[in-house]
Nanobody, 121 residues
Framework: QVQLVESGGGLVQAGGSLRLSCAASGSIFSFNVMGWYRQAPGAQRELVAGITRGGSTTYVDSMKGRFTISRDNAKNTVYLQMNSLKTDEPDAYYC???????????????WGSGNLVTVSS
């Protein structure tokens, strides 16, 4: 059974930075794609950033230039560096992985339990 363990969430001041980590129980190269998804209260879960097995990355337009997805192959861990945080909403961030190639929520095979990120004024 594949496990994705997330860490790094918490409270951060507006304009500050936070780094989320997602550690896989096995090799991250067993997945074609891995990504971070965000869900605000009452909203749909949406893709924030993703990375393919080959190293290609994708970002939502609102996060480009502020968020960076990366990985440490030796640690089987994917990271999300979040800079210049602006929102004051308590959003939940989820790590996800798939052996397919689609970025849709329904297409993800494995999910972390999620961790909360709150940006204060």
């Amino acid at each position: 059974q594949v496990q994705l363990v997330e860490s790094g969430g918490g409270l951060v001041q507006a304009g500050g930075s936070l780094r989320l980590s997602c550690a896989a129980s096995g090799s991250i190269f067993s997945f074609n794609v891995m990504g971070w998804y965000r869900q605000a209260p009452g909203a749909q879960r949406e893709l924030v950033a993703g990375i393919t097995r080959g190293g290609s990355t994708t970002y939502v337009d609102s996060m480009k230039g502020r968020f960076t997805i990366s990985r440490d192959n030796a640690k089987n861990t994917v990271y999300l560096q979040m800079n210049s945080l602006k929102t004051d909403e308590p959003d939940a961030y989820y790590c996800a992985a798939s052996r397919g190639s689609a970025w849709s929520v329904d297409g993800m095979n494995f999910w972390g339990s999620g961790n909360l990120v709150t940006v204060s004024s």
